[in-house]
């Protein structure tokens, strides 16, 4: 069965670095478009970032460009977000997702990291 | 800036009544791609509806989606107790694959 679980995720002072891992099995990894989709506490979904099957097409929300880096190793079936310049906007639950039919919208869902940004 | 209005933010409704949900666009949604997602407390959303009103696999047929270009809806017939939960729509025919603000469906 597909299986997504992020992780990485905890409790990083404003300013700083984190990195996402999210392991995937189950399907072909090197066949699917990824995403990083985050939640703030009691908030709505936003997309972040996107990447495509090889890696050579990658997109960012305008609120992560310059500070957020997706990557994809698609021989350890892995997806990862780099997240650097870390502000407490930033604090979210964190979920990787799978694309559908090679589009993005989302048929598999991480169970999520929880990223605390505070000092 | 792509921006998804959803409406009403809150739909206070009864086991059995039809729920609508609305989802319109700031400007359009190419081809229709356009996706509604449940979300309930604690977990991650699930894809119910793609490509405007196409169900997802194992959605029940009580759910249904519509509409092109900038207005979209969702629908559920009648409402059964486990479809209390937030719905969001998204759009993913270019980048940035916005969502909606999200529709909180509860209990009467």
């Known amino acids: 069965q597909v299986q997504l679980v992020e992780s990485g995720g905890g409790l990083v002072k404003p300013g700083g670095s984190l990195r996402l891992s999210c392991a995937a099995s189950?399907?072909?990894?090197?066949?699917?478009?990824m995403s990083w989709i985050r939640q703030a506490p009691g908030k709505g979904l936003e997309w972040l970032s996107y990447i495509s099957s090889s890696g050579d097409t990658i997109y960012y929300a305008d609120s992560v460009k310059g500070r957020f880096t997706i990557s994809r190793d698609n021989a350890k079936t892995s997806l990862y977000l780099q997240m650097n310049s870390l502000r407490a906007e930033d604090t979210a639950v964190y979920y990787c997702?799978?694309?559908?039919?090679?589009?993005?919208?989302?048929?598999?869902w991480g169970q999520g990291a929880l990223v605390t940004v505070s000092s | 800036e792509f921006v998804l209005t959803q409406s009403p933010g809150t739909l206070s409704l009864s086991p059995g009544e039809r729920a609508t949900l609305s989802c319109r666009a700031s400007?359009?949604?190419?081809?229709?791609?356009l996706a509604w997602y449940q979300q309930k407390p604690g977990q991650a959303p699930r894809l119910l509806i793609y490509?405007?009103?196409s169900r997802a696999t194992g959605i029940p047929d009580r759910f249904s989606g519509s509409g092109s270009g900038t207005d979209f809806t969702l629908s559920i017939s009648r409402l059964e107790p486990e479809d209390f939960a937030v719905y969001y729509c998204q759009q993913y025919g270019s980048s940035p694959f916005a969502f909606g603000g999200g529709t909180k469906v509860e209990i009467k």
């Open positions: 997702a799978r694309g559908f039919r090679l589009s993005t919208c989302f048929d598999y």
């Open positions: 400007q359009s949604v190419y081809s229709s791609y």
């Open positions: 189950g399907f072909t990894f090197s066949d699917s478009y």
């Open positions: 490509g405007a009103s």
